[in-house]
């Protein structure tokens, strides 16, 4: 690996973290604001499977692009928390409960296995499960969300994508199915939005 790649990559990984940034704070100040009202099962799940899969890219070294998912599993523990602090969401469904249940009893399953891809498609799962109380809520309250983040976090996602010092599906599957899922949901988002404000 010459150096000029490795500081193309780390170059990418810093555009990356920075982005992470720039769609968390108005994110968080929104939350603090009442503005914002994410759902806590969500972030939770969100939090600890990113952080993990993290851990997992750099078993398979994925260098620069790793760091990126981990700064972003860091602040996005911090936002489960506020959004449990603040009672963002109280209202939890049996489906949001099947969702987190689910997602929870899941993380442990990376344990039995020796090879990262295997955590890595297990806790990809537990993210997308994660995805189900957000959008749930979303679906019927689409004017709680901020698009933006979601747009942010996707093109972070690809660039960290484009810093991985190793591709392989361990690395690359986590951030590029996270990307996908916040595209969709943005679709979904501007869909009822659109449906609501027809008379």
């Given at each position: 690996?010459?150096?000029?790649?490795?500081?193309?990559?780390?170059?990418?990984?810093?555009?990356?973290?920075?982005?992470?940034?720039?769609?968390?704070?108005?994110?968080?100040?929104?939350?603090?604001?009442?503005?914002?009202?994410?759902?806590?099962?969500?972030?939770?799940?969100?939090?600890?499977?990113?952080?993990?899969?993290?851990?997992?890219?750099?078993?398979?070294?994925?260098?620069?692009?790793?760091?990126?998912i981990?700064?972003?599993?860091?602040?996005?523990?911090?936002?489960?928390?506020?959004?449990?602090?603040?009672?963002?969401?109280?209202?939890?469904?049996?489906?949001?409960?099947?969702?987190?249940?689910?997602?929870?009893?899941?993380?442990?399953?990376?344990?039995?296995?020796?090879?990262?891809?295997?955590?890595?498609?297990?806790?990809?799962?537990?993210?997308?499960?994660?995805?189900?109380?957000?959008?749930?809520?979303?679906?019927?309250?689409?004017?709680?969300?901020q698009?933006?983040?979601y747009?942010?976090?996707?093109?972070?996602?690809?660039?960290?994508?484009s810093?991985?010092?190793?591709?392989?599906?361990?690395?690359?599957?986590?951030?590029?199915?996270?990307?996908?899922a916040?595209?969709?949901?943005?679709?979904?988002?501007?869909?009822r939005?659109?449906?609501?404000?027809?008379?």
């Amino acid at each position: 690996m010459t150096a000029q790649f490795t500081v193309a990559k780390e170059f990418l990984s810093a555009i990356a973290i920075a982005l992470t940034f720039i769609a968390f704070l108005p994110y968080i100040r929104s939350i603090r604001q009442g503005v914002t009202r994410p759902h806590v099962f969500s972030w939770v799940i969100w939090g600890s499977t990113t952080f993990v899969v993290f851990l997992a890219q750099l078993a398979d070294n994925g260098g620069a692009g790793a760091w990126p998912i981990g700064v972003s599993g860091i602040i996005t523990i911090y936002v489960a928390f506020l959004a449990y602090a603040r009672k963002a969401d109280s209202a939890i469904t049996q489906t949001d409960w099947w969702f987190f249940l689910a997602a929870i009893t899941s993380l442990p399953l990376w344990y039995l296995t020796d090879d990262p891809l295997w955590a890595v498609v297990i806790l990809t799962t537990v993210d997308s499960l994660g995805f189900g109380p957000t959008f749930r809520k979303a679906y019927f309250h689409p004017f709680e969300e901020q698009l933006a983040f979601y747009l942010l976090m996707a093109t972070r996602n690809l660039i960290a994508i484009s810093a991985l010092e190793h591709y392989s599906l361990t690395t690359v599957m986590f951030p590029a199915v996270i990307a996908g899922a916040c595209f969709i949901f943005m679709v979904m988002v501007l869909y009822r939005r659109h449906r609501l404000a027809i008379p």
